[in-house]
C-alpha cells in the first residue's frame, strides 16, 4: 500500500536535515579557520627556516674569495720579509740601475727598453723620493715578488701590487701594462684609500684591511682591495694589495634571490654595496653612497635593524614594513648580506588553501544533507509512517498494512513485534465480534487492554526515537574521527561487519566495498611485503588479548603506496573465545614521507661533509660534553665508541707540538669574552699515527646575561692543501734546478768539444798516414814510428783512448740532460719506445742517489725487446719521464730490499712486443713487491708508502696522467709481496687508434 506524502516528508526529517546541516556548516568552518592558521604557521616556519639555510649558505660561500686574499697575503708578506732579510746591507746599484731609470719629470720608472707592461710589474718612484741603497733593496725586493707572484694569482685577483708610505708603488697589472707611465708626478700614493688604510693611524691591529668598493673605469668593472701592512722593527715599510672584481658577487646578490625576495649588501658603517634599486646612483657616486645619509627610510630602518639585532640572531622581522631580515656577515670586508622576505609571500599562500578548504567543505556540506535527507527518509520517515498507517487501521475495518519484518536492525524487530500484536488484535477483535452479545460485560476489560496496547505502542515509539538518536550521534562521532574505524570478524579474511566512510579518503574505495567483503577484503589492498608481518602482530595480540598497534603499507584505488597506522583489540563473547577484531585506522603517509625527507637530509649533510671534508662539532663547556659530526671521527681516525666525549679527549688528538697552541686559543677567547677564533693545527689520527692538518673555526653562543653556554665549531681537513702548497714549493725547487743542470749542460759543452777535438788533433799528429808528420818528425831527428813505438811502450795510445771514450760518454750524458730538460712539444711524432728505454737507462745510469744510497750502474739490465716492435706517436720527453720515475722507485725499493737479502743482486727487465693495434711496454723489478692494498692505490694522487717529507705520492700519478690523458693509453700494475713488481704501459700505435 503506497504512503502518503505528507508522512514521508515529515517533521523529524525536516528537523534532523536542519540540525545536522548547522552542526555540519560548524565544523566546516572551525577546520578552515584552524587550517588557515595551521598552514600560515607552518609555511612562516618552512620559509623562514628555509631563508637562514640560504643566507647562511650565501654569506660562508661569498667569503672564500676574501679569505683566500688574506691568506695569499700572509704568503706574499712573509716572502717579502724573507726576501729584504737575505738582502742583508747590501746596495744593489747595478741591478736597480739595469732595470730603472729617472725620467724628465723626476719619477724613477722602469727603463723602456726591457720594460714589458703585460709581463712585468710596473715601478713608480716619487720625485721628492731620495733614492739611497735601502730604497734601491725595497724596490728589487717589490718588483721580484710582484714579478714571481703576480702571474700565478692572474685567475683570482684583478691586480697584485706593492705600494709604500714614501711614494713607491709596484704594480703588476697586464690589463693596464703603462699605469706607472700614465701616472703624473704630481701622485701621491699615501693620499689614495689603498695607500693609507694600513697605515698606523686607520689600522693599528696591523692586520689586513678592505677598502670600499670603488668602479674601475680601465677594467669597467666594481672592485674592492684588500690591503696588508708589512712592519720591520715598528716601522711600516710596505703595504701589499690585491683589487678583486666583484661583478659576479654583485650580480649574484641581484640576481639570485629566493622568489619575491630581494638581496641588499652593505658595509658595517653604513656604506652601500649592492642594492636591485641603486647600482646606477651607486657608479655614479663612485661607490661611495652612505645608508644613512641616503634619504630613503626603508633602506635606513633596514641597516638600523641588521646592525642593532640581537648578536647570533640570522632572521629578524622588519614588522614596519611587513617583512623579514635575513643576515649574513661576510667576515673580511665586514659586509652584511641582507635578504628582505615579504610577509605577503608568505599569507599568500596559506588564503588560497583556506579558500580550497572552505569550497570543499561546502560541496561536501550539500552532499552530506542529501545523503542524511536520503537515509531519513528510507530507513526512517518511511517505516515510522507504515507503522502510523498499520496503527490507524489496526482498530478499523480497513485492511492490515504490511509491515517489513526482514530488517535485521530495531525497526525490524518492532516491526515483526507489531505483527504479532496486530494479529493477536485481530483474532482478538474477531472473537469479540462473534462473542458480543453474550459478552457485553469483557467490553470494558477489552477497552482496558487496547489501553494497555497504545502505552506500549507510545512506549516502543519513544524507545525508536531514542535508538534513531543514538545512531545519529554515532555515526556524527565516527565522521569526525581522521581516520576509519572498523569492525571484523576473527577469521582468515577478517570479514568487515562495520567500517566506517573515513576509509574512502584513504584508500579511494567506498566503505561499501568493504562491508561483509563483498567487492574486496582489507586485507587484499595490504602492500603483499606486509601482509605477514601485519597477520603475525594481529594474530598474537588477539591470542593474548591485548591491544596491538602496527604501521604499515597499503595500495590505494590509484595503485599508489600510503602508509597507515592501526590500533585495534579483539573482543570476546562470553565464553566462546574471540569473536570480533575492533580498531581504528589513521592515514600517516604525509607523516612518513616528512621523515623519509628527513633522513635523505641528513643524509646528504653527511656526503657534503665527506665531500668536502668539513666536520662540525658543539661543546658544552659547564657540563664538559662535546659532540663530534660522523666527518669529525672520519678525519680523525676515531670510532664513535673510542671517544671521551670531552674537551681533555679532544686535546689528545692534537699533535703534541700543536697542543698548547690549541688550548691556548680556545681558552683566551674565553677569557677574554670573544665570540670567535679561528685556528690551524696539525691532529694525529689514532689509528694509523697519520698528521694531518685541519682548520678550526668556533663561535660560542650566549645566554640571555651574556654567558657562555656553548661553543659551534668546523674541522676542515686542510692536509691535501698543504701538501699542494709544499709540492709547489718543491716544484719551483726542481725548475730552478733543471734550469741550473740544462745551463751547466750548455756550459760544459763547449769546453769537452775542445777536449774531444784536441784528442783527435793529437791522434792526427802521430799518425803516419799524413806526410807532414813524418817531414816533422824527421826535422828533429826522429822518425814518426819511433814516435808511436815510444807511445805505445809507456801506454800513451791506451791513455789517449781512455781519455777520448771518458769524453764521448759524457758529451752523451750532456746530451740526455739538455734532451730531457727541453720543454716537450704538444704534437706527437713516431718514436722508436726501445730508443726511449735505452735513452732513460743512460739518464738514469748518471743518477746517484747519497740519501737513499743506491747507485743505478750496480743495477743489472735484461731487455727483452721484439723485433717487430713498430714506431709509437708520442711527447718523447714525457715518456721518457714516465720510465725514468718508475726506474728511479724501482731503484729505491730494490735497494730497501738488498739491505736485507745481499745474496741477490738487483735487476730490471724492460720488455716491449706488439698487441693488436697497441705496443706492450713492461718495466719489472726484483724488489720487495707490494701488498694487494698497496697495489691497488699505488697510482691514485697523494698516495704514498714513504714518510712524511721523503715523498709526494705524486710521481705515479702524474705518470698514469701521462699515459692515459696525453696519449690515451692504458697503465696497470701486478705485484706478489717479495717477488717484485711489474708496470705493464700501452700505447696505441697510430693517431686514429689513439683518437678512438
Not at 598 to 606: D, P
Not at 746 to 755: D, K, T, V, Y
Not at 775 to 796: F, L
Not at 834 to 862: G, M, N, T
Request: a negative charge.
Amino acid at each position: 500500500m503506497a504512503i502518503p506524502a505528507t508522512h514521508r516528508e515529515g517533521s523529524i526529517v525536516r528537523r534532523a536535515r536542519m540540525k545536522m546541516g548547522v552542526r555540519i556548516a560548524f565544523v566546516i568552518v572551525a577546520v578552515t579557520v584552524v587550517s588557515y592558521l595551521r598552514i600560515v604557521t607552518n609555511l612562516k616556519e618552512q620559509a623562514l627556516g628555509q631563508l637562514r639555510s640560504y643566507v647562511t649558505e650565501r654569506g660562508q660561500r661569498e667569503r672564500i674569495i676574501f679569505a683566500l686574499a688574506e691568506d695569499q697575503h700572509a704568503i706574499l708578506k712573509a716572502a717579502l720579509l724573507e726576501r729584504l732579510a737575505a738582502m742583508n746591507d747590501e746596495d744593489p746599484v747595478e741591478a736597480f740601475s739595469r732595470l730603472f731609470v729617472q725620467y724628465d719629470d723626476g719619477v724613477t720608472r722602469n727603463r723602456p727598453e726591457v720594460f714589458d707592461g703585460t709581463r712585468q710589474a710596473c715601478v713608480y718612484i716619487g720625485m721628492s723620493l731620495t733614492i739611497d741603497a735601502d730604497v734601491r733593496r725595497r724596490v728589487l725586493a717589490f718588483s721580484e715578488l710582484c714579478n714571481q707572484y703576480g702571474p700565478a694569482w692572474r685567475s683570482l685577483f684583478q691586480d697584485t701590487y706593492i705600494s709604500s708610505p714614501d711614494n713607491i708603488m709596484v704594480l703588476y697589472w697586464p690589463e693596464a701594462p703603462t699605469w706607472c707611465e700614465d701616472a703624473t708626478a704630481d701622485l701621491e700614493v699615501h693620499t689614495q684609500e689603498y695607500g693609507w688604510a694600513a697605515d698606523v693611524e686607520h689600522d693599528p691591529a696591523r692586520e689586513s684591511v678592505w677598502t670600499g668598493v670603488f668602479y674601475d673605469h680601465v677594467a669597467h668593472t666594481w672592485m674592492i682591495s684588500c690591503e696588508t701592512p708589512v712592519d720591520i722593527d715598528g716601522r711600516h715599510i710596505a703595504t701589499i694589495g690585491h683589487d678583486i672584481t666583484l661583478n659576479e658577487l654583485l650580480d649574484r646578490a641581484i640576481d639570485d634571490h629566493p622568489p619575491g625576495a630581494y638581496n641588499i649588501v652593505f658595509r658595517e658603517d653604513g656604506r652601500l654595496i649592492a642594492h636591485h634599486n641603486l647600482m646606477d646612483a651607486l657608479q655614479a657616486r663612485q661607490g661611495r653612497l652612505d645608508i644613512r645619509s641616503a634619504e630613503n627610510p626603508h633602506l635606513s630602518s633596514i641597516y638600523r635593524h641588521v646592525t642593532q639585532r640581537p648578536s647570533g640572531e640570522v632572521v629578524i622581522p622588519h614588522k614596519a614594513f611587513r617583512e623579514y631580515l635575513a643576515i649574513a656577515q661576510i667576515e673580511g670586508p665586514d659586509w652584511y648580506f641582507v635578504t628582505v622576505y615579504p610577509e605577503a609571500s608568505v599569507t599568500a599562500r596559506a588564503i588560497g588553501t583556506a579558500r580550497l578548504i572552505l569550497l570543499l567543505g561546502l560541496v561536501s556540506l550539500l552532499i552530506e544533507v542529501a545523503i542524511l535527507s536520503r537515509i531519513l527518509r528510507r530507513d526512517i520517515a518511511q517505516p515510522l509512517a507504515a507503522f502510523v498507517l498499520a496503527t490507524d487501521h489496526l482498530t478499523s475495518d480497513k485492511p492490515a498494512v504490511a509491515l517489513n519484518v526482514t530488517r535485521n536492525d530495531e525497526l525490524g524487530r518492532l516491526g515483526r513485534s507489531f505483527a504479532r500484536m496486530q494479529a493477536a488484535v485481530r483474532a482478538r477483535i474477531n472473537d469479540l465480534k462473534d462473542e458480543v452479545g453474550r459478552r457485553e460485560t469483557a467490553e470494558a476489560a477489552a477497552v482496558a487492554k487496547t489501553d494497555i496496547l497504545e502505552r506500549e505502542i507510545r512506549e516502543r515509539r519513544r524507545v525508536e526515537e531514542q535508538l534513531r538518536q543514538s545512531e545519529a550521534s554515532f555515526r556524527s562521532l565516527v565522521a569526525n574521527i581522521p581516520g576509519a574505524v572498523y569492525r571484523c570478524a576473527d577469521d582468515a579474511h577478517w570479514t568487515v561487519h562495520f567500517i566506517s566512510d573515513g576509509i574512502e579518503p584513504m584508500t579511494g574505495y567506498p566503505a561499501s566495498d568493504f562491508v561483509g567483503n563483498r567487492v574486496r577484503s582489507y586485507a587484499g589492498i595490504i602492500h603483499p611485503d606486509d601482509r605477514e608481518a601485519v597477520a603475525q602482530a594481529v594474530h598474537v595480540a588477539t591470542e593474548r588479548g591485548e591491544a596491538f598497534e602496527i604501521e604499515y603499507r597499503i595500495l590505494d584505488a590509484t595503485g599508489a603506496v600510503r602508509w597507515v597506522f592501526e590500533r585495534g583489540r579483539g573482543t570476546a563473547v562470553q565464553k566462546n573465545g574471540l569473536r570480533f577484531i575492533e580498531g581504528v585506522f589513521f592515514d600517516v603517509t604525509e607523516r612518513r614521507q616528512a621523515e623519509e625527507s628527513l633522513l635523505r637530509s641528513e643524509q646528504r649533510l653527511k656526503r657534503t661533509e665527506a665531500i668536502a671534508h668539513l666536520g662540525s662539532w658543539e661543546l658544552d663547556p659547564i657540563a664538559n660534553k662535546l659532540t663530534w659530526s660522523d666527518e669529525v671521527y672520519r678525519i680523525l681516525g676515531l670510532e664513535p665508541q673510542a671517544f671521551g666525549g670531552s674537551y681533555e679527549a679532544f686535546l689528545e688528538c692534537v699533535h703534541p707540538d700543536d697542543r698548547a697552541a690549541v688550548d691556548m686559543a680556545y681558552s683566551t677567547s674565553i677569557r677574554e669574552g670573544r665570540d670567535t677564533y679561528e685556528i690551524t693545527h696539525r691532529v694525529v689520527r689514532k689509528n694509523t699515527g697519520e698528521i694531518r692538518y685541519v682548520h678550526e673555526k668556533c663561535h660560542h653562543v650566549r645566554d640571555a646575561n651574556g654567558q657562555i653556554v656553548r661553543s659551534l665549531g668546523m674541522v676542515l681537513d686542510i692536509t691535501q692543501r698543504v701538501q699542494i702548497e709544499e709540492l709547489m714549493i718543491q716544484n719551483e725547487k726542481m725548475l730552478s734546478v733543471g734550469g741550473l743542470a740544462a745551463g751547466m749542460a750548455h756550459e760544459i759543452n763547449n769546453p769537452l768539444a775542445g777536449i774531444l777535438q784536441s784528442l783527435q788533433v793529437v791522434m792526427d799528429c802521430v799518425s803516419p798516414e799524413f806526410p807532414v808528420n813524418r817531414e816533422t818528425a824527421a826535422q828533429c831527428g826522429i822518425s814518426i814510428e819511433a814516435i808511436r813505438r815510444y807511445m805505445e811502450q809507456r801506454q800513451i795510445f791506451m791513455l789517449l783512448d781512455g781519455a777520448r771514450t771518458s769524453g764521448l760518454r759524457a758529451a752523451r750524458i750532456v746530451e740526455n740532460m739538455l734532451s730531457f730538460s727541453r720543454p716537450g712539444s704538444s704534437g706527437r711524432i713516431p718514436h722508436d719506445v726501445r730508443a726511449l728505454l735505452d735513452k732513460a737507462v743512460e739518464l738514469a745510469a748518471s743518477d746517484y742517489d747519497l740519501k737513499k744510497k743506491f747507485d743505478f750502474r750496480h743495477i743489472e739490465i735484461v731487455r727483452e725487446y721484439s723485433p717487430d716492435t713498430p714506431e709509437i706517436p708520442c711527447e718523447a720527453t714525457k715518456i721518457q719521464q714516465v720510465i725514468l720515475n718508475l726506474l728511479r722507485n724501482g731503484a729505491e725499493a730494490m735497494t730497501t730490499r738488498r739491505d736485507h737479502d745481499h745474496a741477490t743482486p738487483s735487476r730490471f727487465v724492460l720488455r716491449t712486443k706488439r698487441e693488436e693495434d697497441m705496443v706492450r711496454i713492461e718495466i719489472e723489478d726484483n724488489g720487495p713487491g707490494m701488498s694487494e692494498e698497496v697495489r691497488k692505490r699505488a697510482l691514485e694522487p697523494f698516495f704514498t708508502t714513504k714518510e712524511v717529507g721523503v715523498g709526494t705520492g705524486l710521481g705515479l700519478s702524474i705518470s698514469y696522467f701521462i699515459i692515459t690523458e696525453h696519449h690515451k693509453g692504458t697503465m696497470t700494475v701486478e705485484s706478489t709481496p717479495g717477488q717484485g713488481t711489474k708496470f705493464i704501459m700501452r700505447l696505441p700505435i697510430s693517431d686514429t687508434t689513439r683518437r678512438a
